[in-house]
């Protein structure tokens, strides 16, 4: 089993919808939950951090973590065509993990207009 | 401010050829991050450097790949001989000092890449 899981989509949706996006992970040892987004041919560039359970809201973008279940999500509101990336759910140990992030496979976003 | 800079962007080889790859990370920043991007895949820690030391290689195919940050600054990663499952795109990453700043603060910043493909 992988330790972080993330359906690969690809997922297409029409300018203006909600995005969900969703990753579920294995080791509870996880602590501090990061999602990504990247360009095509571009490195990924952090978007959100979380480290508790709960909602994280950074305009547009909204992080939600679910510990006990293991589940994070990113959803998107008013979805707009600059969206289109794939997105990378990263989830790092911390402590004595230092900066070692897993990073889930990537969904494919695409909205169009 | 500049960000993190790599050479070359592409680079094409046949397998059992050796390649280099060079990363200039964001000035100031002490940890260096080197991650293999398989097509389709997320990143993979391959190795991590504070400074000039290393952190963490486990993931490093010791028997073909090396890594060097000499002098604390810029970084080369080296494959030789390369196999054909070597071919992805390899990202170059800094953050300030993950030791100092702790995992949630010290955000990682990419490069943009080396696409290597391995005929």
């Known amino acids: 089993q992988k330790e972080v899981e993330q359906d690969p989509g690809p997922l297409s949706v029409p300018e203006g919808a909600i995005v969900s996006l969703n990753c579920t992970y294995s080791n509870s040892a996880f602590q501090y939950f990061m999602w990504y987004r990247q360009y095509s041919r571009k490195g990924p560039e952090l978007l959100m951090y979380t480290y508790s359970s709960g909602n994280k809201e950074d305009g547009r973008f909204t992080a939600q973590v679910d510990k006990s279940s293991k589940y994070i999500s990113l959803f998107i509101r008013d979805s707009q065509p600059s969206d289109s990336a794939t997105y990378l759910c990263?989830?790092?140990?911390?402590?004595?993990?230092?900066?070692?992030?897993?990073f889930g496979q990537g969904t494919i976003l695409t909205v169009h207009p | 401010e500049a960000g993190v800079a790599q050479s070359p962007r592409y680079k094409i080889i046949e397998k059992r050829q050796s390649v280099a790859f060079w990363c200039n990370p964001i000035s100031g920043h002490a940890t260096l991050y080197w991650y293999q991007q398989i097509l389709g895949q997320g990143p993979k820690l391959l190795i991590q450097?504070?400074?000039?030391?290393?952190?963490?290689d486990s993931q490093l195919p010791k028997d073909r790949f090396s890594a060097e940050r000499l002098k604390g600054v810029d970084s080369t990663l080296k494959i030789q001989p390369a196999k054909l499952e070597d071919s992805a795109v390899y990202l170059c990453?800094?953050?300030?000092?993950?030791?100092?700043?702790?995992?949630?603060?010290?955000?990682?910043?990419f490069g943009p890449g080396t696409r290597l493909t391995v005929l």
């Open positions: 450097f504070q400074n000039n030391g290393v952190v963490d």
């Open positions: 990453a800094s953050s300030l000092d993950v030791r100092r700043a702790g995992a949630l603060t010290d955000t990682q910043y």
């Open positions: 990263a989830i790092n140990a911390g402590g004595t993990s230092y900066g070692k992030l897993t």
